[in-house]
Nanobody
Framework: VQLQASGGGLVQAGGSLRLSCAAS????????MGWFRQAPGKEREFVAA????????YYADSVKGRFTISRDNAKNTVYLQMSSLKPEDTAVYYC?????????????????WGQGTQVTVSS
């Protein structure tokens, strides 16, 4: 599956952004999807994951209550709605996919990656 992330940009603290990740190739609904992020000088970290049906989601503690992951299997797209953004949310955000049902949080668990989209939150 090929993934293309978009929607990043510059936003003030407290603002919102919605990231999108369009998938092509293999059957999108067969994949569990995740969002990760990587800040300068830091390791890539888990942000959120969503089951193939969209019925189950899981979030990192740092974004719980502020970010919402969702998917539209008819459009082969997964979204990350980010609200109440903080400067520490500044990072390159990546969407990822793995062929399975578990909501996984390790980078190494995901086989397919998008190219990343930059999110910058100013204070």
């Amino acid at each position: 599956v090929q993934l293309q992330a978009s929607g990043g940009g510059l936003v003030q603290a407290g603002g919102s952004l919605r990231l999108s990740c369009a998938a092509s190739g293999r059957t999108f609904s067969s994949f569990t999807m995740g969002w990760f992020r990587q800040a300068p000088g830091k390791e890539r970290e888990f942000v959120a994951a969503i089951s193939w049906s969209g019925g189950v989601t899981y979030y990192a503690d740092s974004v719980k209550g502020r970010f919402t992951i969702s998917r539209d299997n008819a459009k082969n797209t997964v979204y990350l709605q980010m609200s109440s953004l903080k400067p520490e949310d500044t990072a390159v955000y990546y969407c990822a996919a793995h062929y399975g049902i578990a909501l996984l949080v390790r980078v190494t668990d995901y086989s397919y990656w998008g190219q990343g989209t930059q999110v910058t939150v100013s204070s």
